[in-house]
């Protein structure tokens, strides 16, 4: 079974269990932070998914860092998935996790690429816009593209919106080469 199957049926169960026990909004808080250290720091990522550290020395780091900082259920799946040797998967469960909880809640995940990082009033304008777009709460993540020349690429579920330099450039260099190519027959 993939390593992507198994954190999915985790992070279900988990969420369902946090709902029916109401917990819910605590366990992603809990599972948000976990997917931010395990972007932050790549040594505890790489640290989850070593073989040759012991599982029980895994689950010992995840109690030192972890306990009582997050609910008592946060602590237990982790506990319960070191037990079962399958501790690389937590940083895929938390990120699924978080995509159920959004899909559960009615809040669709955006992306914004830009060259440079969003300022408090810019990163309020695209919420706002992308809000009136779709209807529904976002939750944005940003990225930034220092190859980028200019502009925004935005990502909502299918939906793209590109405004970027690049796409512009390219809209205008297939323009100007079909153009020639007309005018040649």
């Known amino acids: ?25 605590k366990v992603n808080e809990d599972m948000i932070a976990f997917d931010h250290l395990c972007k932050a720091n790549r040594d505890f990522a790489l640290m989850l998914k070593n073989p040759i550290i012991q599982h029980h020395r895994k689950l010992a ?3 030192k860092i972890f306990a009582g900082k997050v ?8 506990d319960i998935i070191t037990r079962k040797n399958r501790e690389f998967i937590l940083p ?12 559960r809640k009615g809040i669709s995940e ?3 690429t830009t060259n440079f990082a969003l300022t408090p009033d810019l990163r309020k304008e695209f919420m706002r816009l992308l809000k009136e777009i779709t ?14 020349l200019g502009g925004y690429i935005i990502k909502v579920g299918d939906l793209q919106l590109d405004d970027s330099v690049d796409s512009r450039l390219k ?13 040649k027959f």
């Open 61 to 63: 780091i995840l109690k």
């Open 71 to 78: 609910h008592d259920l946060t602590l237990s799946i982790f």
């Open 110 to 112: 955006a992306t914004v």
């Open 135 to 148: 209807k529904k709460e976002i939750e944005l993540t940003e990225k930034v593209d220092k190859e980028m």
């Open 171 to 183: 809209d205008l260099k297939t323009k100007l080469i079909s153009s020639s190519y007309i005018k």
């Open 1 to 25: 079974m993939s390593e992507f199957r198994i954190a999915t049926r985790y992070a279900k169960s988990l969420l369902e269990l946090a709902e029916e026990k109401g917990v819910l909004d």
């Open 92 to 103: 895929m469960l938390a990120s699924e996790f978080t995509h159920q909880y959004n899909v």
